[in-house]
């Protein structure tokens, strides 16, 4: 029973530069969520995404930053031209039913780090 | 502003004690409150709380909900060392169009010191 997948689990990446997050939901699975846990702050909320459609993105800063989670494979969550202030731990979680009520499983997260 | 705050934010124990973190919010359409372990890892669930008043237990924890006064509590009995971490409340609500979304707070890092 894998849980929730993420890889990288550390990323460095120097200013202007992508940086592609992954995430493996649960098997079953076809909800997935992205969160970004900032130092000494609690998580925040930025995409929730279903099989190839964007439910809600209203955490998600306007530029640089797309998710994606298409019919097969994994969901991305990219960041373009990374900048110092994008260093945080990021972390998907997904759930077996959306909407409210659907417990969400997180996985270990990626560490990013923008020099 | 949807908000969810956590007290202590840190806390230092010793085995055997026993301890209450509290969590309030204040989130519209609230729908249920989670709490969660982080350690070095994902966050791992421990309880989601629908309803007031009733009571969930696994082991040393148990947490209860109040919707009248919006607040929850996560208690832990006869603390041990591996119960050292992050404890995250979440509360899924929020303003329309924001399905299933956690609003998180900041958390309570408990050490427990042998």
């Known amino acids: 029973n894998a849980g929730v997948m993420q890889n990288p689990r550390h990323l460095v990446r120097r200013r202007g530069q992508e940086a592609r997050l992954r995430c493996s939901p649960m098997k079953g699975h076809s909800h997935v969520y992205w969160y970004r846990q900032l130092p000494e702050e609690g998580l925040k909320f930025m995409v929730y995404?279903?099989?190839?459609?964007?439910?809600?993105e209203s955490g998600m800063p306007k530029e640089r930053f797309s998710a994606e989670f298409p019919k097969e494979g994994p969901s991305i969550l990219r960041i373009q031209q990374v900048v110092r202030g994008d260093s945080a731990a990021y972390f998907c979680?997904?759930?077996?039913?959306?909407?409210?009520?659907?417990?969400?499983?997180f996985g270990p997260g990626t560490r990013l780090l923008v020099l | 502003e949807d908000k969810v705050v956590q007290s202590p934010l840190s806390l230092v124990v010793h085995e055997g004690d026993t301890v209450t973190l509290n969590c309030s919010y204040e989130v519209t359409n609230f729908r249920s409150l989670l709490w969660y372990k982080q350690e070095k890892k994902a966050p791992t669930f421990l309880f989601m709380l629908?309803?007031?008043?009733i009571e969930k237990k696994s082991g040393r924890l148990s947490s209860i909900l109040d919707k009248k006064e919006l607040f929850s509590i996560l208690n832990i009995t006869a603390t041990q060392t591996g119960d050292s971490a992050i404890y995250l409340c979440?509360?899924?609500?929020?303003?329309?169009?924001?399905?299933?979304?956690?609003?998180f707070g900041k958390g309570t890092k408990l050490s427990v010191k042998p």
């Open positions: 995404l279903q099989k190839e459609n964007i439910i809600d």
């Open positions: 979680a997904s759930s077996a039913t959306g909407g409210f009520g659907g417990t969400q499983y």
């Open positions: 629908t309803s007031s008043g």
């Open positions: 979440a509360v899924e609500g929020g303003y329309g169009g924001s399905q299933g979304n956690l609003i």
